[in-house]
């Protein structure tokens, strides 16, 4: 199985900063686009930041500026850095992978990470 293991949320004041990590593990052949998720209380889930194996990022307008998106392809890892956080960023943060497992024949899925609790107090 492959699994992501998300860390790094918290409490943090309003234009504080948090990093989020997460790392996949398990029956890895491939990973290719590796990004974030969020979702607050009575809200879809969106995504946040994506990034490519080649380390092209994309972001969503609402962090576009503050968060940072990066990877480290030799730990199967990739990070948000969040500044200048608003009480709007509070949310559960998923990590998010497309990953070919171990078998046959190879196939590529999505996974996710459990989840990590991001607030900002206001």
């Known amino acids: 199985q492959v699994q992501l293991v998300e860390s790094g949320g918290g409490l943090v004041q309003f234009g504080g900063s948090l990093r989020l990590s997460c790392a996949a593990s398990?029956?890895?052949?491939?990973?290719?686009?590796m990004g974030w998720y969020r979702q607050a209380p009575g809200k879809q889930r969106e995504l946040v930041a994506g990034?490519?194996?080649?380390?092209?990022?994309n972001y969503a307008d609402s962090v576009k500026g503050r968060f940072t998106i990066s990877r480290d392809n030799t730990k199967n890892t990739v990070y948000l850095q969040m500044n200048s956080l608003k009480p709007e960023d509070t949310a559960v943060y998923y990590c998010?992978?497309?990953?070919?497992?171990?078998?046959?024949?190879?196939?590529?899925?999505?996974?996710w990470g459990q989840g990590t609790l991001v607030t900002v107090s206001s």
């Open positions: 398990g029956s890895i052949v491939r990973i290719d686009d």
């Open positions: 990034i490519t194996t080649g380390g092209t990022a």
């Open positions: 998010n992978a497309d990953a070919v497992p171990t078998g046959w024949p190879p196939k590529w899925n999505q996974y």
